[in-house]
């Protein structure tokens, strides 16, 4: 039990940190801290939730219906937090979302192991390869739903969660491969769970999150980065 609790912390939390750190860089100014505190602890909280409804869905035979269904269901999930009054047509919504999905990437799997959705025995080798595929995960999720917050501050919501939602699809197709086909292919798919994740938080953290900045601090935070 205290591997697993180390395990919630290595795999999930600190991760998240070490990216909500490098993602916030050269943003000062725009979101409050207290406001980023509270969408990650929501995310993580709605994480647990989602993590939990899976756990009875594993027990069934792989089926393009879930694929599609649970990808609705993140990305809807994460919409209605960010789509209060509080946040449309703000800019640093972009932001929150991105840390809400942080926070949901950072206890999904985590939950999973401690809710022995894993029965194996602790295996660092095994969790190290857990390692990578929630980092992908996490990194997914947090770019989807900050593309899905920015989508509510240009007032373009529905386009945005239509595109995210289609966006998930493959990456619920490997997650779930990965659940049900794990020999010999199990590191492949931790593999692309990562490249996945990673792909789509390069592409907002570079195209998308800078459109809410002034041209000047874009430029300042252009620089920061090189």
């Given at each position: 039990?205290?591997?697993?609790?180390?395990?919630?912390?290595?795999?999930?939390?600190?991760?998240?940190?070490?990216?909500?750190?490098?993602?916030?860089?050269?943003?000062?100014?725009?979101?409050?801290?207290?406001?980023?505190?509270?969408?990650?602890?929501?995310?993580?909280?709605?994480?647990?939730?989602?993590?939990?409804?899976?756990?009875?869905?594993?027990?069934?035979?792989?089926?393009?219906?879930?694929?599609?269904?649970?990808?609705?269901?993140?990305?809807?999930?994460?919409?209605?937090?960010?789509?209060?009054?509080?946040?449309?047509?703000?800019?640093?919504?972009?932001?929150?979302?991105?840390?809400?999905?942080?926070?949901?990437?950072?206890?999904?799997?985590?939950?999973?192991?401690?809710?022995?959705?894993?029965?194996?025995?602790?295996?660092?080798?095994?969790?190290?390869l857990i390692l990578i595929g929630t980092i992908g995960f996490t990194l997914f999720h947090a770019s989807t739903a900050?593309?899905?917050?920015?989508?509510?501050?240009?007032?373009?919501?529905?386009?945005?969660?239509?595109?995210?939602?289609?966006?998930?699809?493959?990456?619920?197709?490997?997650?779930?491969?990965?659940?049900?086909?794990?020999?010999?292919?199990?590191?492949?798919?931790?593999?692309?769970?990562?490249?996945?994740?990673?792909?789509?938080?390069?592409?907002?953290?570079?195209?998308?999150?800078?459109?809410?900045?002034?041209?000047?601090?874009?430029?300042?935070?252009?620089?920061?980065?090189?």
């Amino acid at each position: 039990m205290l591997f697993q609790l180390q395990a919630i912390l290595f795999l999930g939390i600190i991760p998240a940190l070490v990216f909500l750190f490098l993602s916030l860089k050269g943003y000062d100014g725009i979101y409050k801290q207290k406001t980023v505190f509270l969408t990650l602890v929501v995310g993580i909280i709605i994480g647990v939730i989602v993590a939990v409804s899976r756990l009875f869905i594993y027990r069934l035979p792989l089926s393009i219906f879930f694929i599609v269904a649970f990808a609705f269901f993140e990305q809807l999930i994460k919409t209605i937090v960010l789509n209060i009054g509080r946040f449309q047509r703000k800019k640093d919504t972009t932001i929150y979302g991105l840390t809400l999905g942080l926070g949901f990437g950072a206890s999904f799997t985590p939950f999973l192991i401690i809710a022995g959705s894993i029965t194996e025995e602790p295996n660092l080798a095994l969790y190290g390869l857990i390692l990578i595929g929630t980092i992908g995960f996490t990194l997914f999720h947090a770019s989807t739903a900050a593309y899905i917050g920015y989508g509510i501050y240009i007032g373009r919501l529905t386009k945005y969660l239509l595109i995210a939602i289609i966006i998930q699809l493959p990456f619920n197709l490997i997650l779930d491969l990965a659940r049900y086909i794990k020999d010999p292919f199990f590191v492949y798919y931790q593999i692309a769970l990562l490249l996945y994740g990673l792909i789509c938080y390069i592409y907002i953290v570079k195209y998308v999150m800078p459109n809410i900045l002034k041209d000047k601090d874009r430029r300042k935070r252009s620089n920061r980065l090189i």
